[in-house]
């Protein structure tokens, strides 16, 4: 991924504090651009998330989704083991940032 996408990620998390950021990095007709995404964890939003679906659909229109991208505002630059099950069920890179860190990791389904 790009670092400006990078970066805009990481803000993104930062300005999410303490609750997790998620977000979409998107490959458009323009390049790769970093979409952000509402977290609609309710009470649980400082340590998950869910991708509101609205925002996920927006995202689709804009183009093809080739990461979700989420945050551990504890600084924690580590996939949990429902990271990297959601990763392999949904078939698509998972992106970990930390926002103070401003780190980010990958991880690819497995074949």
């Not at 790009?2 to 950021?21: D, L």
């Not at 400082?46 to 229109?61: H, N, Q, R, W």
């Not at 600084?75 to 890179?93: G, H, M, R, T, Y």
Request: proline fraction near 5%; hydrophobic fraction near 35%.
């Amino acid at each position: 991924m790009n670092q400006e996408c990078k970066n805009k990620a990481i803000q993104h998390a930062k300005n999410c504090v303490p609750n997790e950021s998620c977000g979409l990095f998107l490959e458009t007709d323009k390049g790769f651009e970093y979409f952000e995404c509402k977290n609609i964890a309710n009470e649980f939003k400082a340590e998950s998330f869910v991708i509101d679906p609205l925002d996920y659909a927006d995202g689709e229109d804009k183009g093809k989704v080739v990461g979700i991208v989420h945050s551990h505002p504890q600084n924690v630059l580590q996939f949990s083991e429902s990271d990297k099950a959601s990763c392999n069920a949904i078939k698509v890179p998972f992106y970990l940032v930390c926002p103070d860190l401003d780190k980010m990791i990958v991880i690819t389904p497995e074949k």
